[in-house]
Structure formats: structure tokens, C-alpha cells
């Protein structure tokens, strides 16, 4: 793969045009898997927001 495997939120957000806040949202409610690394460190395995980005196509 290219791109990095795991992203912060914010890369996220950017990638999706969408708020950070709402890629928060999204880890908080279950619907995007992420990875706590420390308290204040989140990372997102690339692989699952494709998998979000995929299934939100197929509604």
C-alpha cells in the first residue's frame, strides 16, 4: 500500500472533507473503528475507513 496504514482523525477529516469533530463522532458511536493508542493519541487503520467510505456507498 502507498499511503500510510494508520491515520490521526484529523488526516481522516481531510481526506473525507468532513469535520474532524464528525471523525470523532464516528469512533465514539462504534461506526468507525480506531486504535487508542494514549489518552490523547487515536489512530484509524486505513483499511476500515475505506470500509465506512464503501459501505455508505451501498445505502
Known amino acids: 500500500m ?6 490521526t482523525p484529523q488526516e481522516a477529516a481531510e481526506e473525507l472533507r468532513v469535520n474532524p469533530t464528525t471523525v470523532h463522532a464516528w ?13 490523547r493519541v487515536t489512530r484509524i487503520d486505513r483499511r476500515d475507513l475505506d470500509a465506512l467510505v464503501a459501505s455508505s456507498y451501498r445505502r
Open 27 to 39: 469512533i465514539h458511536s462504534g461506526r468507525l473503528p480506531a486504535m487508542q493508542v494514549s489518552p
Open 2 to 7: 502507498s499511503k500510510t496504514d494508520w491515520l
